[in-house]
């Protein structure tokens, strides 16, 4: 997304040797017939049309929640009464009860919905939403702690400081007056910079370390006597298994272990089938309360047919979702047969107590050193060579619920070849579509845009430029979504830690990095530095990376995505035109219930923790060489927070996710300020040069904080090793308890005990999932019963 306010980073030049001075920078492009700078960068303009807009879209919110409430959780709960007779709700949930009828008045007002959102306390959320709601938005809070004081000296100090100078001359209207660039470069007033900056990422890592060390009470409900083995040979028994761990670790009490089986097509089948029984369960009540045989048309979007044609006949209801159950429940028996035929090679093993369990991973994991090897070296037993124990990978294994039981099919070369295809063709898709400038680009090419160009409009140069990188941006979480989706990850965890990865990434490159340095995609970028020839037939022009129309560009960004995003998150017009879909495409009323007590998804943290830290990053990058950006950034989180406080109590499903997912939050946020410091340092090289003092104590600066960085990670990612991790507490008083409630580490279709039918008014409810295809969270599988608690895999 080469930034289009200001010329590219290079030109192509049949004199190379020709200077370059901050005239040429400051000059637009003579190329470009579009995006012309305007007084104070058009931040004005841009705020008042994008206030609008939100205001727009919170009035059509608030319309679609007073005509058509059901457009939330609220709606799902109130339907599932009908339909099941109880609200109790499962995956993750800690109250069984809907809300009284004072609460639902509040809910159902015209904008009573905003104030209810502000007033909510952290007890309502956990109650509601689980505890990872609770970490999400402390997280943000911190955020808009630190925000807020960077504000303040963003605002009281350094913003002061820039207009004091006189580079860009003495016009207020001129947004430059207000950027570092407007210093001169032998004034010692750029130390107040290189000090704010360093102040900035001491304080960040003060408030993420104490956001970390409120979450350690997560330890509190982990129990971790059950381990996780894979690699080891299909044909491998529970006895055999069972044999191995009495013979290799005499002291290690064996209580339960489960083999893993290839379940996928026996979940499909069961979803379809317990979906054809409550279909046929609703018109056979419909019989019963009218007397009548309903008529429907079986085909995709059948009751949006008009016409009397041999493609539009009607059948009976009862006796189409009749065959249809029976033809379901014949392939789901077929497929129980022949389902402990396809072992994965993979088992759940749990032990008496948590220090047995971490006995035997220290055992497997931690390496050992005996002459000139260093190697796990675990015990081994009369079994150890049928089960080929030294190919084992274990690990504590993840809570239950964590668990896509369909997805343990797809592993080894399978899974990485997989994984490497999605991965390759989303990095092609940024490769060569990676910003908006491309387009106006384009059309530039065309000289169709002449008559803009004397408009020299802030609506033209600003708005729709910021517009359009906040619809790329905002589209490619989703493809990022569904390319992690696609990976079939293990756990939701670990789908939504590489989601949030990810996103994270490609998102600075699209927003951030390439903008800033005028180049147009990855593709540029990679000639740009590889490409010799490219190199020496342009002349670079680094001097334009800190023009001031660049910082108003990055401004009018945040402004955009504080009110226009907010506005379309409220709105969750994706979610809304999926349920219009998929409405339209029910061949039935009863379909269209039943999509009806769907519609609502577990919330996205990994995207949402991506997207938003994109932003953050892009507010402390140019928090001081541009500290106007802040208190706008300070607004977008405040209106960020609220409107996830908000989806989060009615829109969404919680999540059940570990601590791994919010830690890789907190490292992500420690990225901005160290950017913040790269951006300053590149400054300070550019205009007085590497050997001056403040290049010089930057670099410094820089290089220390990325040796503990590397350092911390490099740790964090080895530690695994080193017998010191595993900790065996003597008082360990954790037991597995033979009762109802401990974990069952096997999906529901595989449970022994009997299933009560989907039909059963007390059976619990729940309402959907974010998978491939939509459908209820009790007809994926992993329903059981389970303590609570997050276990690390």
């Known amino acids: 997304m080469g930034l289009p306010l200001s010329p590219p980073l290079f030109t192509m030049a049949n004199n190379t040797g020709s200077s370059i001075n901050n005239t040429d920078c400051f000059s637009p492009a003579e190329e470009s017939t579009v995006l012309r700078g305007v007084q104070f960068g058009g931040i004005p303009v841009v705020l008042l049309i994008d206030f609008i807009f939100f205001g727009i879209l919170l009035a059509i919110f608030s319309i679609i929640r007073k005509i058509l409430w059901d457009y939330g959780r609220l709606a799902l709960v109130s339907d599932a009464d009908s339909f099941t007779g109880t609200s109790h709700r499962k995956y993750g949930r800690l109250s069984s009860t809907i809300s009284t009828s004072e609460e639902l008045e509040h809910e159902r007002g015209f904008c009573s919905w905003f104030t209810f959102a502000i007033r909510m306390d952290e007890e309502k959320i956990q109650e509601k939403c689980g505890k990872d709601a609770i970490y999400y938005l402390s997280f943000q809070r911190r955020l808009i702690g630190l925000l807020a004081v960077f504000s303040v000296s963003s605002v009281a100090i350094i913003l002061p400081v820039n207009l004091s100078g006189n580079l860009i001359g003495t016009d207020p209207y001129s947004f430059g007056r207000t950027t570092i660039v407007n210093i001169q470069k032998e004034s010692h007033l750029l130390w107040l910079h290189t000090v704010f900056a360093v102040l900035y990422l001491v304080l960040t890592v003060i408030v993420m370390r104490h956001h970390t060390s409120q979450m350690k009470y997560l330890d509190k409900d982990t129990v971790k006597p059950t381990l996780f083995i894979c690699s080891m040979p299909r044909d491998a028994s529970e006895d055999a298994l069972r044999t191995h761990f009495n013979d290799a670790y005499p002291g290690c009490r064996v209580s339960e272990i489960s083999l893993c089986y290839d379940v996928a097509k026996l979940i499909f089948l069961d979803k379809e089938r317990k979906r054809a ?97 260093c190697r796990p070296d675990p015990q081994s037993s009369s079994c150890s060579p049928l089960l080929q124990v ?60 002449k008559p803009i160009y004397y408009l020299n409009s802030a609506v033209i140069s600003q708005f729709f430029p910021t517009i359009l990188l906040w619809s790329f941006s905002a589209l490619l979480p989703t493809v990022v979504y569904y390319s992690t989706l ?3 990850h293990w756990t939701r965890s670990s789908e939504n830690r590489c989601m949030m990865h990810k996103l994270y990434i490609f998102l600075i490159f699209m927003v951030l990095i390439l903008p800033s340095l005028g180049l147009t995609s990855l593709d ?92 953050f990053t892009v507010i402390m990058a140019y928090s001081i060489t541009c500290p106007v950006i802040v208190p706008f950034g300070l607004l977008y989180m405040i209106l960020k927070h609220l409107v996830d406080k908000h989806n989060l109590y009615f829109a969404y499903l919680p999540a059940n996710l570990d601590k791994k997912t919010h830690y890789g939050a907190v490292n992500q946020a420690l990225a901005a300020p160290i950017i913040c410091l790269f951006w300053l340092y590149f400054f300070s090289v550019l205009r007085t040069g590497f050997t001056a003092d403040t290049s010089l104590f930057t670099l410094v600066v820089l290089c220390i904080t990325i040796f503990i960085c590397i350092s911390y990670t490099c740790f964090g990612h080895f530690k695994y090793l080193s017998p010191h991790n595993y900790k065996i507490k003597e008082d360990e008083t954790y037991v597995v308890k033979e009762h109802s409630g401990k974990p069952i580490y096997r999906p529901k279709v595989l449970q022994t005990t009997q299933e009560s039918s989907a039909l059963d008014p ?23 019963l389970i303590q609570p608690g997050i276990s690390e895999i």
């Not at 088992?347 to 050992?368: G, H, P, S």
């Not at 007390?762 to 059981?784: A, C, H, M, R, W």
Request: hydrophobic fraction near 40%.
């Open 277 to 373: 029984e409550k279909n046929l369960m609703y018109y056979r009540k419909l019989l019963e309360r009218h007397g009548e045989h309903a008529l429907i048309n079986p085909r995709p979007c059948g009751h949006l047919c008009c016409c009397h044609t041999s493609c539009c006949e009607e059948v009976d209801a009862i006796d189409y979702y009749s065959s249809t159950e029976n033809r379901l429940k014949e392939e789901y028996s077929k497929q129980q047969e022949i389902v402990y035929s396809k072992p994965l090679g993979m088992a759940f093993v749990t032990f008496k107590n948590e220090a047995m369990a971490t006995l035997i991973l220290k055992d497997f994991n931690a390496i050992k050193c005996s002459g000139c090897k």
């Open 390 to 449: 030294q190919r084992w990978t274990v690990n504590y294994a993840s809570d239950p619920k964590n668990i896509y039981w369909e997805n343990l099919s797809v592993q080894g070369v399978r899974w990485w070849s997989r994984c490497l295809l999605v991965n390759m063709f989303l990095f092609l898709l940024l490769f060569f579509l990676t910003t908006p400038s491309i387009i106006i680009s384009t059309i530039d090419k065309f000289n169709v845009t």
């Open 486 to 488: 696609f990976e079939a």
């Open 524 to 615: 540029v970028f990679f000639r740009w530095l590889f490409d010799t020839k490219f190199l020496s037939q342009g002349k670079l022009r680094f001097e334009c990376v800190f023009l001031p129309d660049q910082g108003a560009f990055f401004v009018n960004y945040v402004i955009a995505s504080a009110f226009v995003g907010s506005g379309m998150e409220l709105l969750r017009l994706p979610g809304l035109l999926l349920y219009t879909i998929r409405m339209a495409l029910a061949r039935s009323a009863a379909e269209r219930k039943y999509v009806k007590e769907n519609q609502a998804y577990e919330f996205e943290y990994g995207a949402m923790y991506g997207w938003m830290l994109c932003v």
């Open 762 to 784: 007390k059976e619990q409810k729940s309402y959907g999932t974010v998978e491939k295809n939509p459908l209820p969270l009790s007809d994926q599988g992993p329903g059981f």
